[in-house]
């Protein structure tokens, strides 16, 4: 996924309940690179911590929370823009492989 396209992939994110849901729900981050794909965009995915998902962190750009609990926010990182999500029982960070 560019760095370009992590805005538009955090309003599907927000206005799309299937793919929020599914990735509430993503228990591998082969799900959660599949979801995205299946949304158009190439990204690699891990799993992270939660409380690497939820610590606070000094480059937020933007988060937010769905109306089905999935908790996302965009950060600045030393290389570039990335993506955390928190799912149900899984958090993961997803970046692009050129960034």
Same mark, same amino acid.
């Given at each position: ?14 206005? +799309?309940?299937?793919?929020? &849901? ?15 794909? +299946?949304?158009?965009? +190439? ?20 988060? &937010? ?8 926010? !965009? ?11 928190? &799912?149900?029982?899984? !958090? ?8």
């Amino acid at each position: 996924m560019s760095e370009q396209q992590i805005p538009a992939f955090l309003e599907r994110i927000k206005t +799309d309940e299937n793919l929020a &849901g599914a990735l509430f729900d993503a228990k591998t981050p082969t799900e959660v690179i599949r979801l995205a794909a +299946d949304a158009g965009l +190439d990204c690699t995915a891990a799993e992270i911590s939660q409380w690497q998902a939820t610590r606070s962190v000094s480059k937020l750009v933007e988060s &937010g929370i769905c109306a089905n609990g999935l908790r996302w926010r !965009s950060l600045r990182g030393p290389g570039g823009l990335h993506v955390q999500i928190v &799912g149900g029982s899984v !958090s993961f960070g997803l970046w692009c492989p050129s960034c």
